[in-house]
């Protein structure tokens, strides 16, 4: 089973406008992360935030945190063309040393 | 380069067949996790291993099987009891727990393509 799903399956817009990806789970947890998959690679990380955070930037990226609605958020601001990617959260359920995945978000950015 | 290698980077397996997908990380982590990836969908956690010669079960650990003999090395094995072989499989590393909780990031491998011809 996965413990996360992300909300919208697939998302288009163009380049300048901001893209919002959400993320549901089912457990508590130590943390959640954002990974990026460019077409057929391996995933790159691009934030962690942990559970008694609630909001955290790294560059254009804005991860938020609800605990008690077991959501998350990722806002990438102003792409690009180059974030055109899968974007997956992951989650650490607590009390466990698993990292699982959720389903993902297929994100286009048009020129 | 420090780094996480997986090879080879596409495998075709005969029905019946077992194969050994190979991982290794010179990055001094702990922790080592294997996923299955079928075409649009998230990553599936087949197996992971925390310290060496220790591992547990993921979600679909039947039909595959792992060994930590050594710390860098995390192979998988996907054998002729796994029905539906065919899928991108990834291999990841973290420093694994750090404290009371495992605040680390993974890092991944570039893939394995597995094909049953």
């Known amino acids: 089973s996965q413990q996360g799903e992300e909300d919208p399956q697939a998302l288009s817009i163009q380049e300048g406008e901001n893209a919002t990806m959400n993320c549901s789970y089912k457990?508590?947890?130590?943390?959640l992360q954002w990974y990026r998959q460019n077409s057929g690679r391996g995933l790159v990380h691009l934030i962690l935030?942990?559970?008694?955070?609630r909001e955290k930037h790294s560059g254009r990226l804005r991860v938020t945190l609800d605990t008690s609605k077991k959501s998350s958020s990722l806002l990438i601001t102003a792409s690009r063309a180059a974030d055109t990617a899968s974007y997956f959260c992951?989650?650490?359920?607590?009390?466990?040393?698993?990292?699982?995945f959720g389903t993902g978000t297929r994100l286009q950015v048009f020129p | 380069d420090g780094g996480i290698t997986q090879s080879p980077k596409y495998l075709f397996r005969k029905e019946g067949q077992n194969v050994t997908l190979s991982c290794e990380q010179n990055?001094?982590?702990?922790?080592m996790y294997w996923y299955r990836q079928d075409p649009g969908q998230g990553l599936r956690l087949i197996y992971y291993?925390?310290?060496?010669?220790?591992?547990q079960k993921g979600d679909i650990a039947e039909g595959y099987s792992v060994s930590r003999e050594k710390k860098e090395s995390f192979p998988l094995t996907v054998t002729s009891a796994q029905k539906n072989p065919t899928a991108f499989y990834l291999c990841?590393?973290?420093?694994?727990?750090?404290?009371?909780?495992?605040?680390?990031?993974?890092?991944f491998g570039q893939g394995t393509r597995l094909t049953v011809v």
């Open positions: 990841a590393s973290s420093k694994g727990w750090e404290s009371a909780f495992m605040n680390t990031e993974a890092f």
């Open positions: 935030i942990r559970s008694n955070e």
């Open positions: 990055l001094n982590h702990d922790a």
């Open positions: 291993s925390q310290i060496v010669n220790d591992f």
């Open positions: 457990t508590s947890i130590n943390n």
């Open positions: 992951a989650t650490v359920p607590y009390n466990t040393d698993k990292l699982i």
